[in-house]
């Protein structure tokens, strides 16, 4: 697994983990519907399959320390989140995902609703990444990623309110991963 497919794939579990302690329940403006995906489940060597909604998300809740500071700071991160989904599939071949499968999930994507922060695309080593983000108003409401290389394609989904500030300051704490997400004020100072 190449190394920033690794890192998505740990920021999956780690949102995973976060949305433990989510009580909120279920909400559909910002959830992917992956069912142009279950084709895809025969002929993967590997699929993760994480479906959290409210009641999930309730049920996880005892998991967590309410005096460990920083799943405190995950409690708050994740307190008004409906869901996370992730769909992840490894192949043994390449070829076995097409252009329109990936095109099933971004066409849910579109603007105006839907804004693509980040598009990352390498004809050498393959790896692709897109990362969308759902506004209402000044409040992020949905996250969308999309990974993909040749023999790998996931497809993460968090829905609900995303506080990204938070997310910035839990970078590299409780198994997430550092993703190196800057805060303007220090962006500021590098120019």
Do not use: C
């Given at each position: 697994?190449k ?6 794939s ?5 949102l ?17 519907n ?9 002929k ?12 999930s ?21 994740v ?6 989904y992730?769909?992840?599939y ?8 097409t ?7 971004r066409?849910?994507?579109r ?11 390498s004809?050498?080593?393959s790896?692709?990444?897109?990362i ?15 990974a993909?290389?040749?023999r ?5 989904n968090i ?6 500030e ?5 970078e590299g704490h ?9 805060k303007?004020d220090?962006?500021?100072?590098s120019?």
């Amino acid at each position: 697994m190449k190394p920033y497919l690794f890192r998505l794939s740990v920021l999956a579990f780690a949102l995973f983990l976060l949305a433990a302690l989510s009580p909120a329940a279920a909400g559909q403006g910002a959830q992917i519907n992956f069912d142009a995906l279950r084709h895809l489940e025969a002929k993967a060597d590997e699929v993760v399959d994480v479906t959290l909604d409210g009641d999930s998300l309730r049920f996880a809740g005892a998991f967590l320390s309410k005096k460990d500071p920083e799943e405190v700071a995950v409690r708050k991160l994740v307190h008004s989140l409906k869901g996370i989904y992730v769909k992840a599939y490894t192949f043994g071949a390449d070829g076995q995902f097409t252009d329109a499968d990936i095109e099933a999930v971004r066409s849910q994507l579109r603007a105006p609703e839907w804004s693509r922060l980040v598009g990352v695309r390498s004809r050498k080593g393959s790896e692709n990444v897109d990362i969308f983000m759902l506004l209402k108003g000044d409040a992020i409401e949905g996250l969308a990623i999309i990974a993909f290389e040749d023999r790998e394609l996931a497809v993460i989904n968090i829905v609900g309110p995303i506080d990204m500030e938070m997310l910035m300051d839990l970078e590299g704490h409780i198994g997430i991963p550092d993703l190196e997400l800057e805060k303007d004020d220090h962006r500021s100072g590098s120019h």
